[in-house]
């Protein structure tokens, strides 16, 4: 590698060990090497910012976030989770479960795992508490359920791995889906043998209470419907559902439900314009920063050094686990997707790996890392429900179910076509 690769490397990792934002220590990764070792004039850096972004695909982050905001501030979550509570809250461990249920459910509208900590959490976790169920189990609970938020379609994530891969984003979101629901299962068996042990029965099995609850919750759980419907169903792009999903959800926030006032969806609006300038700042700044990596080849030369080192692609995707796991650990996931995409992809293209299952197992191995210590952004999330240090959320219950879904992860790399069954079942 000459001094403009080698640097690019040193300033960016440099940045971030010094703690300085990634969007930011990606801008100047990329910048500074640039004007040091380059001719490529400045100018060019800043017009990739503006070309990534101006992309129709890259509507659908802000709109699925404000989805996720709109269903916290119209009291949707709170009837999931009496309904999720009518069908499974009787088993024993069953508002644990119900905390997971309700997630998967969440998840399948906000696209956010901070978003369904936050949502699903402020209900579960004090009704979990007095219900008898430990504290750290309950924030162990929320902070592994938030990370299904961005494995169930739809999924920002998968919005940004598709839109840096070049994969059909609807194919993502369908490969999600049994994943997702294969989460839930050993996340609520878990939370059943806890219950078993150590919390009696809630009660019996109600029929009647499931039906009065679904006539509650049933606007709420037809936003999900209308969403993947939509996407499957060839009615609209992702985006398009996207922008239906608010206007449903802004109709029910105030017509139906009446919780949504002009003030809280002000609330929602600044925290959606926030949020979402935090993630496309990300992505600009990676993009400029993949443009600079592109120019020199180092993606194909990392490519070229992973096949040499793995030599089939069973080895290559249990490496790519080992170093996702890690980097989720420490880095935000959309940031990761958008620097090692580039690398990896060329990789996965020259062993033949098909990019839906690799862009799946991506994103859960960084959801994996937003429940990782020590920077586990959903740590820092769940702990705040409580007012806790985050070692009271770094626990024996966190690290069996960190363990239950790196069971789950492994089994999908060694059987994929777990990923892709639903994508070729719909398209016979």
């Not at 690398?343 to 862009?359: E, S």
């Amino acid at each position: 590698m000459d001094a403009l690769s080698i640097s690019v490397f040193v300033v960016f990792f440099g940045l971030v060990i010094i703690r300085v934002p990634i969007a930011v220590a990606l801008t100047l990764g990329a910048l500074i090497p640039v004007i040091l070792f380059s001719r490529v004039p400045p100018l060019a850096i800043l017009q990739k910012f503006f070309t990534t972004i101006d992309v129709f695909s890259f509507m659908a982050i802000p709109l699925f976030i404000f989805c996720g905001g709109l269903l916290e501030k119209s009291g949707v979550s709170g009837r999931l989770c009496d309904f999720t509570y009518s069908l499974v809250g009787w088993l024993p461990g069953g508002i644990a479960i119900v905390t997971f249920v309700t997630s998967m459910f969440f998840g399948a509208v906000s696209g956010s795992a901070t978003a369904t900590v936050l949502a699903v959490g402020s209900i579960m976790v004090p009704m979990m508490i007095d219900q008898g169920y430990g504290e750290k189990f309950a924030l162990a609970c929320i902070a592994v359920a938030g990370i299904l938020g961005v494995i169930i379609p739809p999924s920002i994530p998968m919005v940004v791995f598709g839109m840096t891969a070049g994969v059909s984003i609807s194919d993502l979101f369908t490969g999600g889906i049994i994943p997702g629901i294969m989460l839930t299962a050993v996340f609520s068996l878990y939370s059943y043998c806890y219950g078993r042990k150590n919390i009696a029965a809630a009660g019996v099995f109600e029929a009647g209470a499931v039906w009065r609850t679904f006539k509650g919750a049933v606007w709420g759980l037809l936003m999900p419907v209308i969403i993947l419907g939509g996407i499957y169903g060839g009615i609209f792009t992702p985006t398009e559902a996207a922008a239906v999903a608010s206007i449903y959800g802004i109709f029910v926030g105030f017509v139906i439900y009446r919780q949504l006032s002009i003030a809280k969806l002000y609330d929602v609006l600044k925290e959606s314009v926030t949020s979402s300038s935090m993630i496309m700042f990300i992505v600009a700044a990676a993009a400029a920063y993949g443009y600079v990596l592109t120019r020199r080849q180092i993606p194909l030369e990392i490519a070229e050094g992973i096949i040499a080192f793995s030599g089939s692609s069973v080895v290559f995707m249990l490496v790519v686990n080992l170093l996702l796991l890690l980097v989720g650990t420490f880095m935000e996931t959309c940031a990761a997707i958008l620097i090692l995409t580039p690398m990896l992809v060329p990789a996965c293209k020259m062993l033949g790996i098909d990019l839906t299952v690799f862009g799946v197992v991506m994103v859960i191995n960084l959801a994996i890392g937003m429940v990782t210590p020590p920077l586990g952004l959903n740590l820092f999330v769940a702990a705040r429900l409580r007012n806790r240090p985050i070692d009271h959320v770094v626990n024996r219950h966190l690290s069996a179910l960190i363990a239950l879904a790196v069971g789950v992860l492994l089994l999908l790399t060694f059987f994929p076509s777990i990923i892709l069954f639903l994508r070729r079942f719909l398209s016979a």
